[in-house]
């Protein structure tokens, strides 16, 4: 009898085809309610997850003793109880790599859209309020030439600066851990956090959330940083203080900012909601259907690896 595999979330179907030797049950295109979610565990031997899901240990006990993996459809995996899929023995995997470009097109995306004022401007021609065009109207920083800051010099951190090398950016970052290979072949120099945020002109985000993550950027961080700084988060949205940015942007203590995670995700706090400069997307960091085809093959493969006794590609070690 084939083992049975829970897909949380429908998933493209290129996904799904690693997955034909198996008894597969996907839920819907929405966020499974809770006990939703621990009825139709029961029995797995792998589940292929999404962000939205909190696979923690009673998640992995209504699966049963036969739970094998876990396949988080993503590269972060804090949603996942790393520690109690341990003690059960079961694996879990991401994907990592395979979102890289794209997410670094999101952030330059929005990097250039909040400098630029494009939501404020989109909104005014929108609304029929554009009369004409005037030598003050949405004037904002230029990007070409300044100092950018990436916090987080992974892959995605790495796609970032290729890209603002196209922009003739000087390009600055902080790492829990020097980069130096990198450093040489993108230019790049390291500072420390402090240094970071008094010296640069953008900053985009690219560190896992972690206990010691969260809320790096705070009310603190956005004093030491210049009146003309622009800020983007394509990270995870606890990295930043939402309710100490909502008070930076409206007291212009900075620019701007343009987010695609939040902190109660799908909320956002009131305050950023009510501001005009700060662009606002619904965390849509990998979707490219390139990317999203990517991602659901690495996680379907990855599960039926372990499924058949062998190591996967992307195992999170925890």
């Not at 797995?44 to 094998?68: C, H, I, P």
């Not at 630029?116 to 030598?135: D, H, S, T």
């Not at 961080?221 to 909502?246: C, H, I, Q, W, Y």
């Not at 999203?292 to 690495?298: E, G, L, Q």
Request: net charge negative; hydrophobic share 40%; aromatic share 6%.
């Amino acid at each position: 009898m084939a083992e049975r595999v829970l897909v949380t979330r429908e998933i493209p179907e290129e996904g799904l085809r690693p997955l034909k030797d198996f008894e597969v049950t996907v839920l819907s295109e929405k966020i499974p309610e809770r006990g939703e979610l621990l009825e139709a565990v029961k029995g797995a031997a792998g589940v292929l997850s999404t962000l939205t899901e909190n696979v923690d240990a009673e998640f992995m006990d209504a699966a049963g003793d036969g739970l094998k993996v876990v396949a988080n459809m993503a590269v972060g995996y804090d949603n996942v109880d790393i520690d109690a899929a341990q003690e059960r023995g079961v694996v879990v995997t991401n994907t990592p790599g395979v979102l890289d470009e794209t997410t670094a097109d999101t952030a330059f995306m929005l990097l250039l859209a909040a400098a630029r004022r494009l939501g404020e401007g989109e909104r005014i021609v929108r609304a029929g309020r554009w009369e004409a065009w005037g030598p003050k109207m949405l004037t904002g920083p230029d990007v070409w030439g300044k100092r950018l800051g990436i916090l987080g010099f992974g892959g995605i951190g790495q796609a970032v600066a290729r890209r603002a090398r196209g922009f003739g950016m000087e390009i600055l970052y902080y790492n829990r851990s020097r980069k130096e290979e990198a450093e040489r072949a993108l230019g790049a120099q390291y500072l420390d956090l402090d240094e970071l945020l008094r010296t640069c002109d953008f900053f985009s985000i690219h560190t896992p959330l972690t206990e010691e993550t969260k809320h790096l950027i705070g009310a603190p961080e956005f004093e030491k940083m210049k009146t003309e700084a622009v800020l983007v988060n394509t990270s995870r949205g606890p990295v930043v203080d939402e309710a100490a940015l909502a008070d930076a942007l409206a007291e212009g203590r900075i620019f701007a900012a343009g987010l695609d995670v939040y902190e109660e995700e799908p909320k956002v706090h009131p305050k950023l909601l009510e501001l005009e400069n700060v662009v606002l997307a619904p965390h849509i960091g990998s979707a490219s259907i390139e990317t999203r085809d990517k991602m659901a093959v690495t996680a379907g493969e990855d599960l039926r690896a372990v499924l058949r006794g062998e190591r996967p590609k992307n195992p999170v070690e925890g």
